[in-house]
DNA sequence: CAGATATTGACAGGTACCTGTCCATTTGGT
DNA sequence: ACCAAATGGACAGGTACCTGTCAATATCTG
């Protein structure tokens, strides 16, 4: 009712279609995690996960890699580290630094998220197709790589 | 240094990639509006902006159509209502709803504010080719659709 | 036409990012 | 060796979304 003002297509904006697909992709990494039993495990945690190697690692490190300012990676890194998947240790290089490790059961997550992405990614292939994907994926580094403000 | 751990291709996940190109739009439509001269309209304000017609609108009704929460729109309805550019008035068909109008200076607003979405999209075209965004597009458009969840 | 159900829009509160500022420490230039 | 500049990480605070709940009104059903 009301429908006076006709749109046959509705105009399909790219900035809500990234936003939708963006969100698609973040609560599907959520719910994975949760049917895994990492039920304490939320999206943003992610950033410290994926990254973070045996080795040890710098909160700044993990910023760059995971594209997110450092007030971000730090917040979630104390959340792991109160949750038990992290712990942190003095940068025996560096005084200013700490260096952030996986503890054993940060060690056994790891694996799961990972997977995580890759069933999602799968998904989306078993969808759309997989060259689709992986065109949308090559667009996405491309326009980010040439746009200006990238870094 | 400590390059130990190395990788050629550092993993372009799609959650980060997303999520980037989201913050490049949402950034360079707040820039260009700023340019403009609507330097108290932020990004937000948009869900509202390119869809309120002269006829006037629900919340509810602005909410299906950018797909966020009506929790979303009613905050930016009501900073927008503030700065002077909707204004809200009894449904007259609907005594639980409200209508929200463009005032004269949201009529200003609302082609700069589509003509910036259109120059945006035209920039990425002229870095990645207009068939390159175009695929982009449908893509998400495609996965949107097929994917569950989505409604 | 009465009662169950759906919808409108508000209130409260949470999450994942962001910017700006600050201090300790490291690094780099002369 | 010094001092300037960059970097590591913390503190404070803002934005744009989200979920859950609720009262008032509307709509559908028997």
């Not at 290089?93 to 999602?120: S, Y």
């Not at 060259?131 to 580094?141: A, F, H, M, N």
């Amino acid at each position: 009712m009301g429908n006076s003002t006709l749109m046959g297509s509705p105009t399909p904006n790219l900035g809500i279609l990234l936003r939708l697909l963006h969100q698609q992709w973040t609560q599907a990494i959520d719910t994975a995690l949760d049917e895994a039993g990492f039920v304490d495990i939320r999206p943003s945690h992610s950033n410290v996960l994926a990254f973070t190697p045996s080795s040890g690692i710098q909160v700044s490190e993990l910023s760059k890699l995971s594209k997110t300012r450092k007030q971000s990676i730090t917040q979630a890194v104390e959340e792991l580290e109160k949750l038990g998947y992290v712990e942190r240790r003095p940068d025996p290089r560096d005084k200013r630094g700490r260096l952030v490790f996986l503890t054993v059961r940060g060690q056994a997550v790891q694996p799961t998220a990972m997977a995580a992405g890759k069933r999602i990614q799968q998904n989306w292939e078993s969808v759309a197709g997989k060259e689709t994907i992986d065109g949308l994926t090559s667009t996405l580094q491309l326009i980010l790589e040439r746009l200006p403000r990238g870094e």
